[in-house]
Every structure is written in structure tokens, then in C-alpha cells.
């Protein structure tokens, strides 16, 4: 069983660039969630995908868009970038929506914005 | 709205000794609670889970039972390892499909 793979493990960006951020989720798993980790934070919740199609966002500005693939792979895209967007992004994948489910997560992309 | 608070950290204990990690949360129905854990430069990882109200979860010596009379989910471990350093999320999900996940626990075991 593959676990969720994440890609770049790192990158370092400049101000007003774009990024995009992959996950491969678990195998079986259909919904995919992303989350924003700043340094000696918790999670934030971006988004979710659920069949290629985003079930839920939290309070992130447009700019952060995201793709999920057939095969359920998915994109984070984060256009114009900020100094604060500096983090570590994590994707989670799980099967279904119900969270009683456990997240899976990925070991994460740390984005650096110069 | 529904919300978690979990203590506060940094917690520093010496190798074999008791970890109490408090967690509580303002609402009732939860379908389920979880503890999380995440080690250096990894991502979340579950570490236990409680599907049911006075259900149990345990997991590499750590166990934490879902307590719905105190609306708590303490986690415990009677004799913590340097290995055990890591930072512990109490989350349970929102009212939807989407964990909610606080600042965290930073646990740091001296040997």
C-alpha cells in the first residue's frame, strides 16, 4: 500500500511568483485535503477535494486554488505569493467524507517566499 | 461555534515519566475524537482514536478515553521515551468532514 506522497519536499519562491504543489494520495482514497502549517503552528485547512470536485474551503483568498486528478492525485496552486505564505504544506488523503475517518497524511512541502 | 482547547505547551518531562496531555471541547455528538502526532520534520500522523462515547483509544502506550460527561480526551502515557518528543494535536472534526486542528502540544523528553 503507497502511502500520500508529496512534491517538491522543498522550495524557495520570491514575492509575486506562483506555485504548485502535487500530492498522490493513498492508494483507494478518493478526497483529499490540504492544509497550511506555519512554523509552531497547528494546520490551517485550505481546501478539500472529493471526486475532482472542491467540497469545502476555509478562510484562504482565491489566490490558493487547487485540482484534484481521475486518479485522485491533486494540485495546490498559490498564485501572487506573500512573504506570509511561507509554510509547510501538508496534504492528507482519506476515504469518503465522513470525518470519522483517520487523515493520511504526507510529510509535506516547505515553501519558502523571499 | 464548536471548539477544542488543549493544553498549552511546551510540556519538558525526564524519560519515564507521566504524561497527562489535557483536551476539551464545547460540543457534544462528536461521531468520533482523535489525538494526532506529528515528529520532527514529518508530517500528522494518527496516533489513537475514540469512536464512541466512553470508548478508549490506545496506541504505543499512549491511551485516551472519550469522556462525553467532561467533554474531555486526555491524553496519557505512564512512562514517556525521548522518542516520544513530538508535537500532539487533539482533533476532533468540525461538524462536516474537516479536522479542526489547534496549535498543539510540544512534548520534549530529556533523557
Known amino acids: 500500500e503507497t502511502g500520500v506522497t508529496q512534491s517538491p519536499t522543498h522550495l524557495i519562491k520570491t514575492r509575486g511568483q506562483q506555485v504548485t504543489l502535487r500530492c498522490s494520495s493513498q492508494?483507494?482514497?478518493?478526497?483529499v485535503s490540504w492544509y497550511q502549517q506555519a512554523l509552531g503552528q497547528g494546520p490551517q485547512f485550505i481546501f478539500q477535494y472529493y471526486r475532482e470536485e472542491e467540497n469545502g474551503r476555509g478562510n484562504f483568498p482565491p489566490r490558493f486554488s487547487g485540482l484534484q486528478f481521475p486518479n485522485y492525485s491533486s494540485e495546490l496552486n498559490v498564485n501572487a505569493l506573500e512573504l506570509d505564505d511561507s509554510a509547510l504544506y501538508l496534504c492528507?488523503?482519506?476515504?469518503?467524507?465522513?470525518?470519522?475517518?483517520?487523515?493520511?497524511f504526507g510529510e509535506g512541502s516547505r515553501l519558502t517566499v523571499l | 461555534g464548536d471548539s477544542v482547547t488543549q493544553m498549552e505547551g511546551p510540556v519538558t518531562l525526564s524519560e519515564e515519566a507521566f504524561l497527562t496531555i489535557n483536551c476539551t471541547y464545547t460540543a457534544t455528538g462528536y461521531p468520533s475524537l482523535f489525538w494526532y502526532v506529528q515528529y520532527p520534520g514529518e508530517g500528522l500522523q494518527l496516533l489513537l482514536k475514540?469512536?464512541?462515547?466512553?470508548d478508549k483509544g490506545s496506541n504505543k502506550g499512549f491511551e485516551a478515553t472519550y469522556r462525553k460527561e467532561t467533554t474531555s480526551f486526555h491524553l496519557e502515557k505512564g512512562s514517556v521515551q525521548v522518542s516520544d518528543s513530538a508535537v500532539y494535536f487533539c482533533?476532533?472534526?468540525?461538524?462536516?468532514?474537516?479536522?479542526?486542528f489547534g496549535p498543539g502540544t510540544r512534548l520534549s523528553v530529556l533523557p
Open positions: 492508494s483507494g482514497h478518493n478526497t
Open positions: 482533533a476532533p472534526p468540525q461538524r462536516g468532514q474537516n479536522f479542526v
Open positions: 492528507a488523503s482519506s476515504l469518503g467524507l465522513v470525518a470519522t475517518g483517520e487523515l493520511f
Open positions: 475514540a469512536t464512541k462515547a466512553d
